[in-house]
């Protein structure tokens, strides 16, 4: 549910304004980083609390490892955002260090190959659409993490 939660805020800031507030994504880092300490340091099984939807989805991988390389997924896109000078945005980058916080690595790695397909799908449909109609649209932008909210769902759903 928290992780349903994330994903439908995010994609609705970001599909609004293109911007994520930084309160929300602190508040889910706190949230994801406290249940992952609750699960691995003091051993307790999320399954066995009485709001145990709350942590449906949670990484249940033992390696604080995987969830390391999962946030190493968000990480390489912070670096890649300050390559590019902002091309990619860097509230993406933050996304993706909190959900490999809560996913671990492949299933981080999934979010965003399934998030990236679908970007391009609607980006390649764009430079049809406008194409066709004769505009250019080299400098339009598509809000990333509108396309992660699906694509996490199907996750949720696997």
């Known amino acids: 549910m928290s992780f349903f939660l994330y994903l439908t805020v995010t994609a609705w800031q970001d599909g609004r304004k293109k911007a994520v507030s930084g309160w929300i994504f602190l508040f889910f880092f706190v949230h994801f980083l406290v ?5 691995r340091v003091l051993l307790a099984d999320m399954e ?3 709001a ?6 949670l990484s249940g991988e033992q390696s604080i490892w ?8 968000g990480a390489a896109l912070l ?13 993406d980058g933050i996304f993706f260090v909190i ?16 998030a990236l397909f679908l970007c391009s799908m609607a980006g390649l449909a764009c430079l049809i659409w406008e194409k066709g109609k004769g505009n250019n649209c080299r400098k339009k932008t598509l809000p990333f993490l509108v396309f992660a909210f699906p694509a996490g769902i199907l996750l949720m759903c696997i």
Do not use: D
């Open 48 to 50: 066995k609390f009485p």
């Open 35 to 39: 249940s992952q300490i609750c699960q």
């Open 79 to 91: 670096g890649i955002s300050r390559l590019t000078e902002g091309a990619l945005g860097a509230g």
């Open 66 to 73: 995987i969830l390391l390389a999962g946030c190493s997924i």
């Open 99 to 114: 959900t490999g916080l809560y996913l671990g690595f492949w299933r981080n790695l999934l979010l965003l190959s399934s």
């Open 52 to 57: 145990n939807f709350w942590f449906y989805g």
